[in-house]
């Protein structure tokens, strides 16, 4: 009997000590609580990092490419080189052949020392049918700056007060 009775004992003891599943499953709760809510913490901040990066990326070009207005006629349309060149060119003759500017001013000089990227430019334009005396020429500009200091130079030497670029 000895034997019986530490038996039950034990097990009425462990029965007192063990917890039912129900009353478990909440001591760990905050524990397994915690978890989640930081990965979802984390979660949230590389989403919405991703979101905000999207915009900043995405604004922008929404915003600058709105449809431009309509050019109106100018004293002058200027082409400057660069690249796209010979878009850039195709569009200042289709806009002189609408007769959207008395003159087409070319800007861009030559980087090998050769015939410069205005002169270039002039040929294409002369070729095109447009009159040599409509064209003036900018041909010291080697970079955007140089283009738009000496085509300004060359507007006031003619007297040109409004340009299509």
Request: aromatic share 4%; with cysteine; glycine share 10%.
């Amino acid at each position: 009997m000895n034997r019986s009775a530490t038996r039950m004992a034990s097990a009425t003891t462990t029965q007192r000590t063990r917890r039912p599943a129900a009353v478990r499953g909440a001591a760990r709760t905050p524990r397994a609580a915690a978890r989640p809510s930081a990965l979802t913490f984390l979660l949230r901040v590389v989403i919405g990092a991703g979101l905000v990066t999207a915009i900043a990326l995405v604004a922008p070009g929404i915003v600058l490419d709105t449809p431009q207005p309509a050019p109106k006629a100018s004293d002058a349309i200027v082409v400057i080189s660069g690249d796209e060149q010979m878009a850039r060119c195709q569009e200042g003759l289709s806009l002189c052949q609408r007769g959207l500017g008395q003159y087409l001013v070319f800007s861009g000089a030559a980087y090998d020392n050769g015939t410069s990227n205005a002169d270039v430019m002039r040929g294409l334009a002369v070729k095109r049918g447009v009159p040599a005396a409509a064209i003036l020429e900018e041909s010291q500009g080697e970079d955007t700056w140089g283009n738009a200091v000496y085509t300004r130079q060359v507007l006031e030497d003619h007297g040109l007060h409004s340009a299509i670029l």
